[in-house]
């Protein structure tokens, strides 16, 4: 491989020939060889808009050549282009403040920027950084980051999977079925009902999501080292937020207080904290699925769902829930995400939060599972879903629980004698009803009736 020679405060290095990141990012390269969790490509692709941002902002205050901002610009555009992707190696697991990833996008700009024009006119520090720290922008690429990802990606999934649920409860209103509670027979309801439960539980995610979200359109950007915003010009982080704003399309306003952006990272718990409420819900719906396909002969059968796939490798025709079982995995994953984000978020330590990596990078992973997870469920398992009517009919018929309609005639105790009656020797309510004499076969029609229950 063919290298050369770059250099930083500590000395030189050598670095790939064919690669634009330079000393400190050689650096963290060699010495975090860790895991195969690289810094996730949101990270990168909001940290090319915030230079962006920050090169406009710097040259409308008049500190930065109208040739450095363009060509800064240019770069950038290449990076979120995906045109440099193979320039940002570093892991997940180095310095706690981002720093050098903040320094590999600083170096990757400066080198490929230099070489478009041939000549050495960018410093990665001097100009790239100017006016920023790795610890004001690394929480702002967080921000940026998560923003874009829970707004532009989850919610529309959030939503569509809303309309099916919405039309899926419409188009079983008039199918009455049994209802459970504890997993044993309860009174009736229609399957749309049933449904409409899980539909309410996506409509209130969103809501709780798209609230939960709007701390995080507050940017650390003007903050610098500890908050004091040294070294950065007076209305830079207004004119640098909304820059930002224009790029992404997305209200981001900077923070009242740089103290609290550096240290905390109470906004990305509480948005994870929706997060986690949307996992929670998602684990009922997937499991009810399942449970109401399961058989198809010997289980409670009352929906179909898409047969996808062979479910065994040595049961013939066996097909099991397996999407609903994937989303049950993430949600796993983004409980365990919930405890890795609320540790480090705790650990801001005087002026610094240092477990900004893995804070963003579980918060991201969340992101990235719920909305491909919810995608996957919705278009192979819930646009799909049937109701087996005569099954329903059979479970609703059978069931016990149709004797609580007699409660506000005959009263509890005799009502539930007729049910643990007709359990113990196989009859049915009506059967037992009439066996006790507590009741007239016309008045036990009048009254049990799966219809007037609902």
């Known amino acids: 491989m ?18 634009y990141w330079g000393a400190q990012t050689q650096r963290s390269y060699q010495n975090f060889k860790i895991g195969v969790e690289k810094m996730p490509l949101e990270i990168t692709d909001a940290f090319a808009i915030l230079k962006k941002a920050c090169a406009i902002t710097n040259n409308k205050l008049g500190i930065l050549t109208d040739e450095k901002k363009d060509i800064i610009d240019k770069v950038t555009n290449e990076i979120l282009e995906g045109k440099l ?46 006016s920023q720290s790795s610890n004001d922008t690394f929480p702002t690429a967080m921000h940026i980051s ?6 532009n990606y989850l919610i529309p999934e959030l939503e569509k999977t809303l309309d099916v649920l919405y039309n899926l409860s419409i188009e079983n209103r008039d199918i009455i079925k049994i209802g459970r509670t504890h997993l044993q027979d309860a009174t009736p309801l229609t399957l749309g009902q049933e449904i409409s439960g899980w539909s309410s539980m996506i409509e209130k995610s969103i809501n709780n999501i798209k609230d939960s979200s709007f701390g995080m359109h ?54 994870h904290g929706a997060l986690k409420a949307l996992a929670a819900d998602l684990l009922k719906i997937a499991n009810d699925v399942r449970w109401l396909a399961s058989g198809p002969r010997s289980g409670l059968g009352e929906i179909s769902i898409p047969e996808n796939e062979p479910g065994s490798s040595i049961m013939p025709g066996k097909v099991n829930p397996t999407q609903a079982e994937a989303l049950t995995m993430i949600v796993a994953q ?106 007239t076969e016309e008045e036990f029609d009048n009254w049990v009736n799966p219809e007037n229950m609902i």
């Open 2 to 19: 063919d290298y050369r020679i770059e250099k930083d405060s500590m000395g030189e290095l050598k670095v790939p020939s064919e690669k």
């Open 85 to 130: 992707d193979g320039n940002f190696p570093l892991v997940v697991w180095q310095t706690g403040s981002g720093t050098q990833s903040n320094m590999n996008m600083n170096e990757v700009i400066s080198n490929r920027g230099n070489e478009i024009i041939n000549e050495k006119l960018l410093h990665p520090n001097d100009d790239v950084n100017k």
């Open 146 to 151: 998560a923003t874009v990802a829970v707004e």
């Open 218 to 271: 507050e940017l650390a950007l003007g903050g610098t080292a500890v908050g004091t915003g040294i070294n950065c010009s007076e209305g830079f982080d207004v004119i640098v937020a909304e820059e930002i704003s224009n790029l992404t399309g997305i209200e981001f306003t900077t923070a009242e207080n740089k103290f609290h952006s550096l240290t905390s990272k109470d906004e990305l718990v509480f948005c």
């Open 334 to 439: 983004v409980f365990g995400n919930d405890v890795t984000i609320s540790f480090g978020a705790s650990q801001g330590n005087f002026e610094l939060n240092v477990y900004m990596p893995v804070i963003i990078y579980n918060f991201l992973q969340s992101v990235r599972l719920l909305a491909d997870g919810i995608k996957s469920f919705r278009e192979n398992c819930l646009i799909g879903i049937k109701a087996n009517k005569e099954k329903i009919k059979d479970n609703l018929n059978n069931s016990l629980m149709l004797v609580t309609a007699l409660n506000t005639h005959i009263g509890y105790d005799k009502a539930s004698k007729i049910a643990r009656n007709a359990h113990l020797k196989g009859l049915t309510l009506k059967e037992s009803a009439l066996e006790l004499e507590y009741l």
